[in-house]
């Protein structure tokens, strides 16, 4: 990559102040910035690095107001850390390199595989599947028969897909994610076995989905399990049998949601979040890291803290009170 500040600028729909000739040739975080490298400033606790930062040009708000004199020549956007990840994702080329499948894999003769549909080795494509336009598949990767996938999808290697899946465009499956294995449906018999459920529904995932690393979506032993336009999910989550995700929800790593829950659009949920069975989850809750959720969350819009979880701000008083009383 080489970029000045005026082509930045360009590609980003931003403005320059300072020298439009100022070269880049790498990125990097914005306390570790030197010359030719481009950083980017979006984080208030971060502003003493601006001030003090080697990088050639910085990535900054269209509100941003210095308090101290700025080396670098600033690129001026409106929102610094969508233009940071829309210009990664320019120079990454991500969308650029496509290649017909190789030798190396097994498709089916009733698969159906769109334009430059891109297939590494040891690929295994089940019948009558449908895979859209510009989508690429990397190594490794098994595709149950019947399953259908939109366009401008990656799919990293190590990922299982099973039969009957529905998955939208411009999806990312990372490595080892596995969509629609059977959840965790067993029925007590009267001598104390465990008899299994079977699973005969699928998992459906929308569009501009995003899925973590050895993340596992089960399928839903009737109906969908549902992830909505959208969701942000984490490396190592566990989804269960016929939950919904509402669009644009958010999950950091190790969450865990137990069947059929239904989460509202624009949730966010912190590390490590644990939430039962059958629960409803109101829209933009946010739970914060660590949190287990055994009751409905109707309020929308609010907090929630501890395990079990309740309203963080009486939370935050509740701990007070026992550190309060731990001195005493």
């Not at 030197?34 to 208030?44: E, H, T, V, W």
Request: hydrophobic letters at 40%; a positive charge; one cysteine or more.
């Amino acid at each position: 990559m080489e970029m000045t500040a005026k082509d930045l600028a360009a590609a980003l729909g931003g403005t320059v102040e300072g020298n439009p000739d100022a070269k880049v040739t790498s990125f990097a975080k914005i306390e570790h910035g030197k010359p030719g490298q481009l950083c980017f400033y979006a984080n208030p606790k971060y502003e003493q690095f601006v001030y003090t930062s080697k990088a050639s040009v910085l990535l900054v708000n269209n509100d941003f107001q210095p308090k101290e004199a700025v080396a670098a020549t600033l690129v001026r956007v409106p929102d610094a850390y969508a233009a940071l990840a829309r210009l990664l994702k320019l120079v990454s080329g991500r969308d650029k390199e496509f290649r017909r499948h190789r030798g190396r894999c097994r498709i089916a003769c009733s698969a159906k595989l769109g334009r430059r549909v891109w297939v590494g080795d040891f690929v295994t494509i089940g019948k009558d599947c449908r895979i859209g336009d510009y989508t690429k598949i990397h190594d490794n990767v098994t595709i149950g028969a019947g399953t259908v996938i939109g366009k401008h999808c990656i799919i990293y290697p190590g990922v299982h897909i099973f039969p009957g899946m529905v998955i939208g465009d411009r999806v990312i499956l990372h490595a080892g994610c596995i969509i629609g294995d059977d959840g965790f449906g067993n029925a007590l018999q009267p001598d104390g076995s465990w008899q299994k459920i079977e699973h005969v529904g699928n998992v459906v995932i929308g569009n501009d989905v995003e899925i973590g690393s050895n993340t596992t979506i089960d399928r839903a032993p009737m109906e969908s399990t549902i992830i909505e336009d959208g969701v942000r999910i984490d490396n190592l989550c566990q989804i269960a049998h016929n939950v919904v995700v509402g669009k644009n929800t958010a999950m950091a790593a190790q969450c865990g949601i137990a069947g059929s829950t239904r989460i509202g659009e624009g949730t966010v949920l912190g590390g490590q979040v644990g939430i039962i069975g059958h629960l409803d989850i109101a829209p933009h809750t946010t739970v914060c890291a660590k949190s287990s959720v055994i009751g409905n969350l109707r309020q929308e819009g609010e907090t929630w803290y501890g395990s079990p979880a309740f309203l963080r701000r009486e939370f935050l008083r509740a701990y007070a009170k026992f550190k309060q009383s731990a001195k005493e």
